[in-house]
């Protein structure tokens, strides 16, 4: 899978918000892939930089602290949930997601231009879909989201995985389809979307074992190597 110097980790950097942060409880796709990597291939670093609450623009501020300092062979990045969310429990409610699409893709774009420059690869992943778990339909459940529709927060959440997945394809970076995912097991009966994301928006470990199983079968395709 790699090739790499004999003294050298091959480091990856897993970049996010709070769905990539770690969290009591929960085994994250990071500790999966750390766990398993080094089982197989021993020199592997794995660095989780998820902070809570963060968007693409949160990620630019401290991309070199959290990222470049790293010098990461491989990034991971998966922002857009906070970046689509339209605030609308503020007072007065926000009419406009925290982040335009405009500007999500120009973050992604910039990100990606940057790691690119410093030789890392990237691999690219969607928002999730999200659920009206109790305290999200309390606090979003008002126009122009619609509560009585079981589909009804993904409003946004659809369009910007589907920025992501333009952008893999224009700049020739690896996407990992989550949110499609997500609908594929729900509908085929395979997994409860409700039950992978008990609070509506963060996935449980089984959740986090979805998104580590189809992490490595991208990593396994990768020309990888450690400069």
């Given at each position: ?7 050298q ?13 770690e ?8 500790t999966l ?8 291939k ?17 990620a ?14 491989l ?14 429990w ?13 500007d ?42 619609d509560?009585n ?45 409700d ?9 449980n ?23």
């Amino acid at each position: 899978m790699f090739s790499q110097k004999a003294e050298q980790a091959f480091t990856i950097v897993a970049f996010g918000d709070s769905i990539t942060a770690e969290r009591s409880g929960v085994v994250t796709y990071s500790t999966l892939l750390s766990q398993e990597l080094k089982a197989k291939k021993g020199k592997v670093n794995v660095v989780n930089a998820g902070i809570g609450g963060n968007t693409t623009a949160h990620a630019r501020e401290r991309f070199e602290k959290d990222v470049i300092s790293h010098r990461p062979d491989l990034v991971i990045v998966q922002f857009g949930n906070n970046d689509a969310a339209i605030d609308v429990w503020k007072d007065p409610p926000a009419q406009a997601p925290r982040v335009m699409l405009e500007d999500y893709e120009s973050n992604l774009v910039w990100m990606i231009t940057k790691l690119k420059e410093q030789k890392a690869k990237v691999i690219l992943v969607t928002p999730l879909p999200t659920r009206w778990a109790a305290k999200i339909k309390e606090l979003y459940g008002k126009p122009p989201y619609d509560p009585n529709d079981p589909d009804g927060f993904n409003l946004f959440n659809r369009r910007y995985a589907d920025s992501v997945r333009k952008i893999g394809k224009r700049m020739n970076v690896r996407v990992v389809d989550l949110f499609q995912k997500y609908y594929d097991l729900d509908r085929a009966g395979e997994r409860s979307m409700d039950d992978l994301l008990p609070d509506g928006l963060h996935p449980n470990s089984e959740g986090h074992r979805i998104e580590a199983d189809m992490l490595l079968d991208v990593i396994r395709k990768m020309k990888l190597g450690v400069k």
